[in-house]
């Protein structure tokens, strides 16, 4: 009896098997952890950076399911598997062919992209008895399309690359499959005890594709049920299988549409005959005449093409014509030629006289004769009347003839031409031919030739022989004392360059050498700053200093552009550089004869304290800055108009504010030792600029302050001329 009982007592403990069960033990974000930014992290098939969970065990041999967002990969570590998961995912099947399932385990945070997280597993040792079997297995569906819509029991399954997968239990199950362009399959299924079950599901297809032509012409525009669609010759596949409404519009044609039928996996061909809506018309008249239709010019002289059917306004214009006009109806199909009536003549008179007498007329460049004339049959219009005599000047005015009327011109012709005599300085005495005309300047008319002219200042005189032509020459002739007289202008300056740069190098002011105190001397008081020191004593040649700066006409007149953030012709130039500043200095140089440069910096100060005739001010010429400098407090944010404000002690304007201005220099630090005409420093990357602008407060404005920079462009900073 004890034998048999412990027989049965082995056969029972034989029904018993261990196993291990999976738990997570704990789930966290590790907040600091960069893994997923780094070199190790991955990209989704969106380009977006992967989360990774860092799974803690000891174990191998698990594996992984996610959710329907899949997994980009995973990675065995030491202690520990990383798993690559999209940003957004909720949960997680493990799986161990010892340790059991881990079936929809849901993440307790939200996974971010990115963010690194951390999940401890844990197996706990459990006893059980076996007693039946599991009575569920997996039904798989493969579909195509792949995008097809998976039902079973009525339960719509989400699947991943057109496989659905379900664990169901034993037994019969429906299915159903969809797509919107394809027929729907449905049937039963049985899954039981001989595993899992797949199914492939092919969808058969609910459409068709539709081919569609148009005669006589292509190009018209498709639409199918009212949708457009395109332009034939069209093709459209996938198009639902039933009854479809194809309409084609074409410019000029009559809309043609038909129904048709598409049948699955059938392509349906359709071609739509177009009606014409239009006439082929020709229309003729003189070559030299337009030919309108509804007021728009269609061609000159003839035209041929297509108009739709309905009623038309023709024209026949030509300059100096009374047009000619016709209504026609024009019907579909038809082509025809018509020849067009031709514009009548409108005529008027002119009568045309001179001082003196016998000049050549020319109307429009065409001769007339020549004065007195009385000019018949002249086209109604506008015209240019020129007239022309040897040793007169030529004259020329617009003239309007009008129909019917006679037009009376008397022109008095010059026999010379009118000029400006001027000095750089008002009230010279002024000569021609050895005869006194005035002081300048002078405004008169001298004749064509020859004439000497010449200016009288005290003891001082000059002169110069000057052509008068009747084309070309200079409007303004300018005798010169001092530096004028020394320009040898080049062979390639215009008049008008003349005109500019006499009057840039007339205001030329004289600046007498000498010696004075540079730096933060006791008048520049606490704003003084540490670069304007120590004071030293600086001795200084004559030298000639622009009294303005460089204004942006005579910068255009040089350089033949004007790169200026504000603009205007008396307004400062600005926005040069240190080198564009030197281009300019090259080209002023060769087209005057002359030797401008900038000021070195001592120049600039001792011209902007006055010279020798200075009065010790803090600015240019004054201590209140309002009555001698445009600054940040007072020019309404833009530059100004040189010499608006009240000059210095030596007639220069704008030595503070408006516009700050380059100096020949290299930034250096000043040193206490006497220094005659210096030149800055010998080395350096930077180039100084002086005298404050519209856009800086006061204290920048002052005689002594200095600025630098390595010579870019700026709107604050312009330029000054010495000589």
Known sequence: MMKILLFVLFLLSSDWVEAQQLSVQSFQKLEND???????????????????????????????????????????????????VPYGAKRLTIKHDRLGVLRNYTYPERIEKAGVYELVLTTGRVETVVHETVGMDYLVIRTDPAE???????????????????????????????????????????????????????LRPAFGSIEISSLPESGAEVYID??????????????????????????????SEEVVRVRDNETSVVSLELQPNFGVMTFTSDPSCEIWVNNELKGQGSWSGRLNAGSYLLEVRREHHRSFRQTLTVEAGENRTVALGNPVPIYGMLNITSTPGDALIRLNGQEYGRTPALLKDIFIGTYTLELSKEGYAREGREITIEEGKVLPVNIEMCSG?????????????????????????????????????????????????LEVTETGGERVVTLGFGLLSGIRWSSSVTPKQKEILSRLVGNMVQVEGGRFQMGGTPEQ?????????????????????????????????????NPSYFKGDDLPIEQVSWEDCHEFIGRLNALTGLSFKLPTEAQWEYAARGGSLSKGYKFSGSNDLEEVGWYGSNSGNYTHRV???????LGLYDMSGNVWEWCEDKYGEYNITSQSDPLG???????????????????????????????????????????
């Open 34 to 84: 960069l893994s997923a930014r780094g070199s190790e992290g991955r990209t989704d098939q969106n380009g977006d950076r992967c989360a990774i969970i860092k799974v803690v065990t000891n174990e191998k041999g698990f594996v992984f399911e996610p959710d329907a967002l899949g997994l980009v990969g995973s990675v065995q570590k030491t202690g520990e598997i990383w798993l690559y």
């Open 148 to 202: 097809a819509q998976v039902y079973i029991d009525e339960v719509y399954e989400s699947g991943t690359g057109g496989v659905v997968q379900k664990f169901v239990p034993w037994g019969k199950h429906i299915y159903r499959v969809e797509h919107p362009l394809y027929h729907t399959e449905a049937g039963q299924v049985e899954v039981g005890s001989s595993g899992k079950k797949e199914l492939a599901i092919k």
């Open 226 to 255: 009212g949708e457009r669609v395109g332009v034939t010759p069209y093709r459209g596949d996938r198009l639902k299988s039933g009854e479809h409404r194809i309409r084609v519009l074409q410019p000029m044609y009559q809309p």
């Open 417 to 465: 031409r009118e000029l400006t005599l001027q000095t750089d300085r008002e009230g010279d005495i002024l000569y021609v031919d050895g005869k006194r005309v005035g002081v300048s300047p002078q405004k008169l008319e001298l004749s064509y030739g020859i004439h000497t002219i010449r200016a009288e200042r005290g003891e001082q005189h000059t002169e110069k022989e």
């Open 525 to 561: 008081g606490s704003d003084a700053f540490d670069k304007e020191k120590p004071v030293h004593e600086v001795t200084l040649s004559d030298y000639y200093m622009g009294k303005y700066e460089v204004r942006q006409s005579e910068w255009e007149a040089v350089m033949g552009n």
């Open 643 to 649: 010499g608006e404000k009240q000059p210095n002690e």
């Open 681 to 723: 420093a010998a080395k350096g990357s930077q180039w100084v600029y002086r005298g404050g602008c519209w856009c800086f407060e006061a204290s920048y404005c002052r005689v002594s302050f200095r600025a630098h920079d390595p010579g870019n462009r700026y709107y604050s900073v312009g330029l000054r001329l010495v000589l």
